[in-house]
């Protein structure tokens, strides 16, 4: 078994008294909109504990410049979003979750703006957008390109004004704790570490995974530092089957300065009439999609990749996007024109050098339309968990809707797990003193710099299994993997820097792991050397602890796309 797979395993005594305690019903792991709507929806039952490992201003959630994709139109229809979500899904998409969120998005988005989300209005209605593949306006947004940050605010305050909800914030989860090492083993709650607290443990009825994205698993990305893939790391350990890591969604257009951050030029710039020019100044989409510059973003992203490929060593290394049609953009999109005045860029003049970076994990701890994971007790939802609503690439701005819609269910359905109730997965409630398991290391020494772990990682990630992949560059990414674990991590075990990097480490392998098997290009997932689809590959592709290969699952009503 490879090192990086086969974590070794230790007893902690149950209520321990070499930590300090907390006991919850439920304990939410995560602060962005899932874990928020989560939270609230199970203090509707009980007491909740959300962490949150930074300031619950800086998440996923918060970055999103994108909207909220819900049927609020008398001209759009369920079935109209249903069918623009399974075609953008490429075969892969869970048809009976897709329908469930879908449903459920106009009675989301009441509730939201009942707790005072901001959203645009025209008229007094609310204004709605159109993002690439959507085939109607449905897109509500907040402050033009600032909807995260309203939606991160609104959920923010209602959880401060509940009373059954207690946020802990600066807090990291370093490990699960479970009451086995294998099938039926319950989840009881985490190891967390906070800097005046340092470690303790809260036990908890339910754990639910909200702990968003992977982005910093790629040199470029639009997601905040903090996105290190710790959720589907604690969730592989804990036992819980992890799918489709081959589904790496790259956002098309991110803004290219040479040495700054890329930072995000929201796909509804392109909704509002903005064009993709190559190094020519000539639109190139009208010739690769008939939806053209609003084609879905794996379409967009490939075509963009290979424009610059075409260019040469000596071209530009990005496109450009043409802003210039876009009526009122400083109203429209305040924020990205306060990131481009920064660079001495007007959009109203100016052509603004984008490529794609890593921008959402559609992938990741797989559960079932409410939540559950394969580990009794534990949950997941957000961009941790791979429902089923996304398929192999998601559709612009269903990702909120899945945030607030899921994340709910998963808060509700947490209620099962409180002693004496029947749950789905049949386990037996705890009761009296039993033996508990973590994968928290006692220590270790070191031998590599944690730092330079974290850039060549993030490198070979980018070079190889970006955008487009091939077995021989998989196989190098393997090869470096395969390095890493022969050593151990220079203070690995001092504070949370280190316990992210081997979440990296981990989640990292098992992408290339899942890239390698899927022989096929597929929505976001593309191979140079299996350049089409492939009928024997209309399945999830599973990734448990102590299994060696992937663990195929059928799709749930899935239709092939067309694109």
Known sequence: MHPLFDNRRYLI???????????????VIGGGAAGLSSALAASEHGDAILVSKGKLTVSNTAWAQGGIAAVLDSGDSVESHVRDTLEAG?????????????AEGPAAMKRLIAMGFDADRDAGAVQLGREGGHSSR??????????????????????????????FEDCFVVDLLTTGDGPGALCMGAITWHPRHRLQMIWADATIIAAGGSGALWRETTNPPSATADGLALAYRAGATLADLAFMQFHPTTLYIAGAARLLISEAVRGEGAVLLDAAHRPFMKDVHPLADLAPRDIVTRAI????????????????????????????????HETLSRFDLDPS??????????????????????????????????????????GANRLASNSLLEALVLGRAAGLAAKEMRAGS???????????????????????????????VRSSLRSVMWRHAGVERSGDMLGDVS???DFWARYTLDKIFDDPFGWETQNMLLTGALVARSAAWRRETR??????????????????????RAENSARTEPVRGGVESKA
């Open 13 to 27: 005594p149950f209520r321990s008294i070499l930590l300090p305690q907390i006991f919850t019903n439920t304990l």
């Open 90 to 102: 490429a075969g892969l998409c869970d048809e009976d979750v897709v329908r469930r969120v879908i």
């Open 479 to 481: 090869e470096m993997f």
């Open 523 to 544: 929505g976001c997932h593309a191979r140079r050397d299996f350049p089409e689809p492939s009928a024997e590959f209309i399945v999830h592709d599973g990734w448990r």
């Open 349 to 390: 003049k100016d052509l603004i050098p984008v490529n794609p970076a890593a921008h959402y994990m559609v992938g990741g701890v797989r559960t079932d339309i409410e939540g559950r994971t394969d580990v009794p007790g534990l949950y997941a939802v957000g961009e941790a968990a791979c429902s089923g609503l996304h």
């Open 305 to 336: 990749y290979r424009q610059v490929a075409a260019q040469g060593p000596g071209g530009e290394p990005h496109v450009w996007l043409d802003a210039r049609p876009v009526k009122d953009f400083a109203r429209r999109f305040p924020g990205i």
């Open 138 to 167: 449905r897109i509500v947004h907040s402050h033009g390109d600032a909807t995260g940050r309203e939606l991160a605010r609104c959920l923010t305050e209602e959880a401060k004004r509940t009373s059954g909800v207690r946020v």
């Open 422 to 452: 029947k749950n789905t997965w049949g386990a037996v409630p705890r009761s009296g003193p039993v033996q508990v398991i973590s994968d928290i290391p006692i220590s270790s020494s070191g031998e590599l710099d944690l730092t330079d």
